[in-house]
T-cell receptor, first 111, second 114 residues
Framework: LAKTTQPISMDSYEGQEVNITCSHN???????ITWYQQFPSQGPRFIIQ???TKVTNEVASLFIPADRKSSTLSLPRVSLSDTAVYYC????????????FGKGTRLSVIA | GAVVSQHPSRVICKSGTSVKIECRSL??????MFWYRQFPKKSLMLMAT?????????EQGVEKDKFLINHASLTLSTLTVTSAHPEDSSFYIC??????????FGPGTRLTVT
């Protein structure tokens, strides 16, 4: 599985857009990129998933350049409740391999 | 979306006793479930893969005799921490794989061994 690298922490004010970039230089052709959010003492929650270009849902957008060696999770107009740890994962498209978590990015949203 | 539950959510036990944690997929069948452990301010560490009707596959460094996993049905996997010690105190999280390959996580179980 491709190793992922993310910033350890980020701070943002309420109402701002937050972009968290993840590097995955060794991503394979069949791999896709998934982001999870985790609040303290809770299990991770799926945010968004993509293979290339741009994916958008009601929570976030995911930007993936053509070479797919990185991806950026974009959270529009964050609020205090978006304070959490965000994990970028590279997932194999085939087989039953489990999700392997990196260190994640701890986002702190300040009023 | 699919729901995965864990029971109990919190448990405190004395050193030397065993504790069982249940993981259930409430509205879908899961042939594969996973168990993770998470220490404070650390990431999730995969402990083992639980396969319905067969033996679990443990990650390197995880003692299979200490962390007993049973996946007796398509909706239930259990993790038993045997002869628990204070260093086993942690947050245990399970996940279940859906038919399309997606993984859904449970809310976690906080284990404290005194």
């Amino acid at each position: 599985l491709a190793k992922t690298t993310q910033p350890i922490s980020m701070d943002s004010y309420e109402g701002q857009e937050v972009n968290i970039t993840c590097s995955h230089n060794n991503i394979a052709t069949n791999d896709y990129i998934t982001w999870y959010q985790q609040f303290p003492s809770q299990g991770p929650r799926f945010i968004i998933q993509g293979y290339k270009t741009k994916v958008t849902n009601e929570v976030a957008s995911l930007f993936i350049p053509a070479d797919r060696k990185s991806s950026t999770l974009s959270l529009p107009r964050v609020s205090l409740s978006d304070t959490a740890v965000y994990y970028c994962l590279v997932v194999q498209n085939s087989g039953n391999t489990p999700l392997v978590f990196g260190k994640g990015t701890r986002l702190s949203v300040i009023a | 979306g699919a729901v995965v539950s864990q029971h109990p959510s919190r448990v405190i036990c004395k050193s030397g006793t065993s504790v069982k944690i249940e993981c259930r997929s409430l509205d879908f069948q899961a042939t594969t479930m996973f168990w993770y452990r998470q220490f404070p301010k650390k990431s999730l560490m995969l402990m083992a893969t639980s396969n319905e009707g067969s033996k679990a596959t443990y990650e390197q460094g995880v003692e299979k005799d200490k962390f007993l996993i049973n996946h007796a049905s398509l909706t239930l996997s259990t993790l038993t921490v045997t002869s628990a010690h204070p260093e086993d105190s942690s947050f245990y999280i399970c996940s279940a794989r859906g038919l399309a390959g997606e993984q859904y996580f449970g809310p976690g179980t906080r284990l404290t061994v005194t």
